[in-house]
């Protein structure tokens, strides 16, 4: 039977020849170009494309793992999957069209990857630094190797296939990359992470090669079935060496953010804690404070007190003096009553010198502006004595605002404030009677004003002494309503310090409530660390346990190689009987001495000889010899034994009792 190998350039990507499997394992059938009339061609495009991606990347595999070395740029199954890559991101590429010719690349749609994936940016700079690329398709050439050296080339075209609105700038609607083959593909590009590759791309003339895919790499013989299901369980215990190997990777990396998420733990606790020191050196600098306030505030307190019993003083004179001038006017008064009846008859005469009275009346009015000049300048004075006290006031202010973060003071400022309220309730209640006494006053002044101005018109010699008395007792009455007013405005101060230390009050409470939430959080971020700590002591645990599964697994694999070697061996000797050795259980050929047992990896924590405690980075390794544990340092020699005749792992003390041995039988 004979096979006619089909072969396209770049040119020709959309056609494509379909060779479809036979199921007889390898025998494959090649197909024209020309479907039936009720396929679409390109859906048969794109299962020529998948299919053949399916070979190329199951292929590639499969010969890494038997190759079981790092792959070049050399290796032509690596060199045929790079050009099915091409063809398959080719496939329904728009044309576009540039100033001097046609574009037709598949570097647009790659730089795209950038923006979705930010890892991605390495590459493409990488990529763009290179000397030697000068077209775009050579760019788009590199980056596919460098994103298989990463092991990220399926992550990379994931992210590029979830967005089809960028896509379809590039591709058909009907390209490989915006249908479900696409996605297919990239599913299989997840199996290439267990290849490493090792590809020289500076030097390497990416623009110029011609993408031809050879078919007779997937067209398989009769003998290549029986090499294929020799190495079945050697590529298996492979896979699982990867899988093994990828695992631990991701475990390394998890750690590593939980190391760094630690560390940023711990950075932001230490930081808490410096904040929490800096804030009670505050609380205790406040408190100082507080104190010198509290000594301030109790000789202002003292000094007010003072200023209060002074001013009730003087106003009890005031009142006795007004009391004593009122019994003198009473007393006038009924003098007046008198007389009036005894000058009744001198009526007459009193009319004729009312004239006279008018010229006093002016001099009167003459008299009253001056007393209102008296009084405009005693204005003054209270101005000035409101100034004063404006500024008693700013330093109080200052005093308050001072007090503002203690919370010890707060009780006594409250008794304080208690104490000045009855204060300022007796202070009201004496404010009251006076302004009763005052509205009597008031009441009879004026009473005896309309006596006095009947009085002035009936008699002439005796009104300017009653006058002269009126305007004195108005002199102390202005006095006192003066007084009156100081004290009203100096409660009214007294209540707008009371309202400023109630605020004050507020905001201190406030401030001790934020205190105490931060206190809060800090406990449940000690105890989040807390958890995370444990988190990640049990993660180490896992981490070890892992560790010594990975050594049992990797002693099993040299084992189980040394096993290979010396079946391949044995079949060099006798090619015959390769055929019955297949079903051979492979298992690790090692006898030991009479009375030795081959001590499990569980039962030993320490090296035999050292006494070194084994951990991720000192590994268990068996005596071949005497089947106990020891580390690397204590296990370094390898000697043939009778069981094996190629030299094996043999512990210090085996060693030196092999050649002691040897050396004796020696003649």
Request: hydrophobic share 35%; net charge negative.
């Amino acid at each position: 039977m004979t096979f006619q190998v089909w072969g396209w350039r770049r040119e020709d990507a959309s056609q494509v020849l379909a060779w479809v499997p036979d199921s007889e394992g390898g025998r494959g059938a090649a197909m024209s170009r020309r479907t039936p009339a009720t396929k679409d061609p390109t859906a048969v495009e794109r299962a020529n494309l998948l299919n053949m991606a399916k070979l190329s990347i199951k292929g590639l595999i499969e010969s890494a793992l038997s190759f079981g070395r790092t792959l070049d740029s050399d290796y032509p199954p690596l060199q045929q999957f790079f050009v099915v890559m091409e063809h398959c991101l080719k496939h329904g590429l728009k044309v576009r069209k540039s100033f001097l010719s046609y574009n037709k690349t598949i570097w647009g749609p790659l730089e795209l990857v950038e923006k979705l994936y930010p890892e991605a940016e390495e590459i493409g700079a990488s990529v763009r630094d290179l000397p030697g690329l000068k077209t775009p398709l050579g760019r788009a050439r590199a980056w596919l190797r460098l994103a298989l050296m990463q092991k990220k080339m399926a992550d990379y075209l994931r992210c590029l296939i979830i967005q089809r609105d960028l896509l379809s700038e590039f591709y058909e609607y009907h390209a490989l990359m915006m249908e479900e083959e696409g996605a297919v593909i990239v599913g299989l590009l997840v199996g290439l992470n267990v290849i490493d590759a090792n590809l020289c791309v500076k030097g390497e003339d990416l623009d110029s090669q011609v993408g031809v895919i050879d078919f007779s790499m997937y067209l398989k013989n009769e003998e290549d079935i029986g090499n294929k299901e020799r190495n079945v369980q050697i590529a298996a215990i492979l896979d699982q060496k990867n899988y093994v190997e990828e695992l631990n990777r991701q475990l390394n990396s998890t750690v590593s953010s939980l190391h760094s998420r630690v560390d940023s733990l711990e950075k932001s606790n230490t930081k808490l804690i410096e904040e929490l020191a800096i804030a009670k050196n505050n609380i205790i600098k406040l408190q100082e404070e507080n104190h010198q306030l509290r000594s301030e505030n109790k000789l202002i307190l003292m000094k007010t007190q003072q200023h209060l019993e002074v001013t009730k003083v003087d106003v009890e004179t005031e009142l006795q003096t007004y009391k004593h001038s009122r019994q003198g006017l009473d007393e006038m008064y009924n003098e007046a009553r008198r007389q009036l009846r005894d000058e009744s008859q001198l009526r007459q005469d009193v009319e004729n010198e009312l004239a006279v009275q008018v010229s006093m009346k002016h001099e009167i009015e003459l008299a009253m502006k001056l007393l209102e000049k008296d009084i405009h300048e005693k204005q003054d004075t209270l101005i000035g004595l409101r100034q004063q006290l404006e500024e008693v006031k700013a330093i109080n202010i200052e005093m308050y605002q001072k007090l503002q973060g203690s919370e010890d003071g707060l009780k006594e400022k409250n008794e304080i404030i208690a104490r000045l309220e009855e204060k300022t309730n007796k202070i009201t209640a004496a404010m009251r009677q006076l302004e009763q006494r005052l509205q009597q006053a008031e009441k009879a002044q004026m009473e005896a004003e309309d006596e006095d101005k009947k009085y002035l018109q009936e008699c002439q010699s005796k009104s300017n002494n009653l006058q002269k008395q009126v305007s004195q007792k108005e002199k102390q009455l202005v006095q006192l309503e003066t007084d009156l007013k100081i004290e009203k405005e100096w409660r009214q101060t007294l209540q707008e310090d009371l309202q400023k230390e109630k605020d004050a009050l507020s905001h201190l409470r406030n401030e001790t409530q934020q205190i105490i939430d931060l206190k809060k959080e800090f406990l449940n971020i000690q105890d989040e660390n807390q958890q995370l700590k444990k988190i990640y002591h049990e993660q180490e645990q896992a981490l070890q346990e892992l560790g010594n599964k990975l050594s049992e697994s990797k002693l099993k694999i040299e084992d189980i190689k040394e096993a290979n070697k010396a079946l391949q061996d044995y079949r060099g000797r006798r090619p015959r009987q390769v055929s019955g050795m297949m079903g051979i259980q492979l298992f690790p050929v090692t006898s030991l001495e009479s009375g030795l047992v081959w001590l499990k990896d569980k039962e030993a924590t320490h090296c035999k000889l050292c006494e070194t405690e084994f951990s991720l980075s000192k590994r268990k390794h068996h005596c071949r010899n005497c089947g106990e544990i020891f580390c690397n340092a204590c296990s370094d020699n390898e000697l043939p034994l009778p069981s094996s005749p190629k030299p094996v792992r043999v512990c210090d003390s085996c060693h030196a009792l092999l050649i002691q041995r040897c050396s004796s039988n020696l003649p």
